[in-house]
């Protein structure tokens, strides 16, 4: 199976200020048709997950312009220029090349 | 108004069975692709099947290969969790979610397995 490792596991952050967390897969994500299915997802506290951004950088219907994804091949992060109280969450990566589909570990973002 | 409703969870004992469904409404079920996802208490997010829009192609993690079955409804716009021979490995919350890249999710639904 493809291990997807995200660091760092705790991510305390300044509100108002940058956070970045990175995913890398123990194999590359670029699947045969020519896409790169690395996913985003947020969990806030309480909630189910909800998907941020998909195929690395595509930002979903309603996610803030202050997230953004990036990377390719086995080397991805996710970045927020700049933290707000409501980011407060974990942010789990998946990758959707290779079966079976697998996560990352989670990032917890917590404000400082 | 898009949903994903869950249900089906509860106490079971080990080596027991347990089906889950998933109500779809909002948009066009036969269209898409469905998967489960579960969280085990105070852990990750472990993804567990997926079903082709059709039915007819199945995946699944290796820890639930023939235990566990993934089924649907199209008429009934009703995503199922067979799953069977249940461990305590397998108390989590349960979720499903739309489509290959997980798009929307439902509030899970939570299966323990304890004697």
């Known amino acids: 199976d493809v291990v997807m490792t995200q660091s760092p596991l705790s991510l305390p952050v300044t509100l108002g200020q940058p956070a970045s967390i990175s995913c890398r897969s123990s194999q590359s994500l670029l699947h045969s048709d020519g896409n790169t299915y690395l996913y985003w997802f947020q969990q806030r506290p309480g909630q189910s997950p909800r998907r941020l951004i998909y195929?690395?950088?595509k930002r979903d219907s309603g996610v803030p312009d202050r997230f953004s994804g990036s990377g390719s091949g086995t080397d991805f992060t996710l970045k927020i220029i700049r933290v707000e109280a409501e980011d407060v969450g974990i942010y789990y990566c998946?990758?959707?090349?290779?079966?079976?589909?697998?996560f990352g570990q989670g990032t917890k973002v917590e404000i400082k | 108004q898009v949903q994903l409703v869950e249900s089906g969870g509860g106490v079971v004992q080990p080596g027991r069975s347990l089906r889950l469904s998933c109500a779809v409404s909002g948009f066009i079920f036969s269209n898409y692709a469905m998967c489960w996802v579960r969280q085990a208490p105070g852990k990750g997010l472990e993804w567990v099947a997926l079903?082709?829009?059709?039915?007819?192609?199945?995946y699944y993690v290796d820890s639930v290969k023939g235990r566990f079955s993934i089924s649907r409804d199209n008429s009934d716009n009703t995503l199922h969790l067979q799953m069977n021979t249940l461990g305590a490995e397998d108390t989590a919350v349960y979720y499903c979610?739309?489509?290959?890249?997980?798009?929307?999710w439902g509030r899970g639904t939570l299966v323990t397995v304890s004697s």
């Open positions: 079903i082709s829009k059709d039915g007819s192609n199945e």
């Open positions: 998946m990758q959707g090349t290779h079966w079976p589909r697998t």
């Open positions: 979610a739309r489509d290959w890249g997980l798009d929307l």
């Open positions: 195929q690395v950088s």
